[in-house]
Every structure is written in C-alpha cells, then in structure tokens.
C-alpha cells in the first residue's frame, strides 16, 4: 500500500513542479525497487534551483533518507534544492549497487529537471558518514554517474560530513567483524571503493567540502588523509572542524547556527556553483 502512495505521489509532482508548490514531496520513486525513492526539500525563491543531492549514512547496513530534511531545511532559505536519497542497504546489495542506485537518483533528477524546477547543468552531492563516501566516490570515481547518463562534469561540488576516504587504512587502524562483512576482507575491495584511490582517474573537478568532528580518531584520521591526496592531486578542497561534537551530532545539529557545518557548507557551495 505504501509503494502505491509513492507513485501517486509522483504522479502528483509530475502535473504540479515542486518548485511551485513550495511543499516538500515524500517518498518519490526514482527506480522499481521500493528502496529506490527520494525526498525532495525545494529551495525558496525563484527557480530555477541549484540541486544537492544527500545520502544518509549508516554504514551501508542502515540508516534513512528522512535525516535529510535537516539539510534541506538549512540550505533551501538559500536558494538550494535538496533531495535526500534512500538506497538500497547491505545485505540486499552491495556497495556497487549501493552506488548504482545513488547515481541513477541523480540521473532520474536531472532528467526531471524542469518539474522540481532545479537547473540541469550542474548539481552537488552531499553525504554523511557511509553516505560521505558514497558522495566523495560519485566525485572520484566517476564510472558510476557515467554509466547512469549523468556527464560527471556536470557535478559542481562535494560536501562530506564524517566520510571514510581510504578503506584499507581504516580497516587496518579499526578493525572490526562488520566493517570486514561491508568492505571485504581482500585489498582489492578496499581499493575499488576508496575515493583517495579512485581520484587518480578524476576526468571532471569538483570542489571538495569536507567537515569532520574531532572526537572520534577514525573520522580525523579519514578527514587528514582525504584532504592531503587531494591537495596533493591539485584538487580544490575545503575543510572545517566542529570541535567537541559526536559523529552524529554532525548532521543531526547541521542547521545550528552556533555550529559551523552549515556556514561552511554553504560558503564552499557558492564558490562551486
């Protein structure tokens, strides 16, 4: 019965754009599988709007598109369109479809361009944590927007909040049974989805925006990696530091004003778009 509501509720954006309605749209399909759908926060103001696309965290295992509407309620008063993508989780699929899914939402937007009132000609992905790597992967490796139709030059900017940039070193450093179960247990796992490995292959450049928290030594530790190979490559990158606050707290108080995640976010955006 729910899968049914998701259609209708695609049916209804399809006669009315989001932008006009000014309302958030729930629960929209991008593709057949009942993971497969996106929440859509439209900016304020005359469109047509600049679009960043979010991925929840969760470690691949778990997690909710529905975190995303503190995102999209912090940057759509600036002009941003926001819409926050379920994917399908581990152990349905694997990180490869995982991100299979993440680039055809992109595809499945950018094609309905004129209906959530965004601009097609260039977009931003955001993620935290699982979610991070998922959006620093779209930005490195760029095989999986190109096998969806998406042209990767098209992609502005990445915004990472808490993401593992190199599996090997974080499965090395902090090992655990469930992050072998995600990531495999062979190196060559571990370089097929590390964005510090697949950056070497970068054809289009984003600009990198990366915040990170400083209370939990892996996401430091990932966050310092990350951001010396891409200064290294001659990459544009960013980055902030949100003194004393949890992994969690780092998307969950994105919109507090007395945080720096959301400022930053947004001045990195300008820059990029």
Same mark, same amino acid.
């Given at each position: ?43 304020? #103001?005359?469109? @047509? &709007?600049? %679009? ?6 969760? $470690?691949?295992?778990?997690? +909710?598109?529905? /975190? ?80 969806? #139709?998406?042209? @990767? &030059?098209? %992609? ?6 808490? $993401?593992?940039?190199?599996? +090997?070193?974080? /499965? ?102």
């Amino acid at each position: 019965m729910r899968r049914r509501g998701a259609w209708l509720a695609c049916f209804a954006w399809l006669l009315l754009p989001c932008g006009a309605a000014g309302a958030r749209q729930l629960d929209i399909p991008y593709g057949s599988d009942p993971a497969q759908t996106l929440d859509f926060y439209p900016g304020q #103001g005359p469109g @047509p &709007h600049r %679009l960043i696309v979010f991925f929840h965290g969760g $470690g691949w295992t778990g997690g +909710q598109k529905g /975190v995303g509407r503190i995102i999209g309620y912090a940057l759509n008063p600036a002009g941003y369109s926001v819409a926050s993508v379920e994917y399908r989780l581990i152990p349905r699929t694997d990180i490869a479809g995982a991100m299979g899914d993440a680039a055809h939402a992109i595809a499945f937007l950018i094609a309905h361009a004129k209906e959530f009132d965004i601009d097609p000609a260039h977009f931003a992905v955001m993620g935290h944590s699982s979610g991070a790597t998922m959006a620093a992967l779209l930005g490195t490796d760029q095989s999986y927007l190109k096998q969806a #139709g998406v042209d @990767p &030059h098209l %992609l502005a900017a990445v915004v990472v909040l808490d $993401g593992v940039f190199d599996l +090997q070193a974080n /499965v090395e450093h902090f090992p655990s049974r469930q992050r072998e179960q995600v990531f495999g247990t062979t190196e060559q796992g571990w370089l097929r989805f590390s964005p510090i490995v697949r950056m070497h292959e970068m054809q289009a450049h984003p600009r990198f925006c990366v915040a990170h928290e400083d209370s939990n030594p892996r996401f430091v530790e990932q966050e310092a990696l990350f951001e010396a190979a891409l200064k290294k490559q001659g990459e544009a990158v960013e980055t902030v530091t949100a003194h004393g606050l949890t992994h969690g707290q780092l998307v969950r108080e994105f919109d507090d004003q007395r945080q720096p995640m959301a400022g930053f976010a947004m001045a990195c955006l300008k820059r990029a778009f």
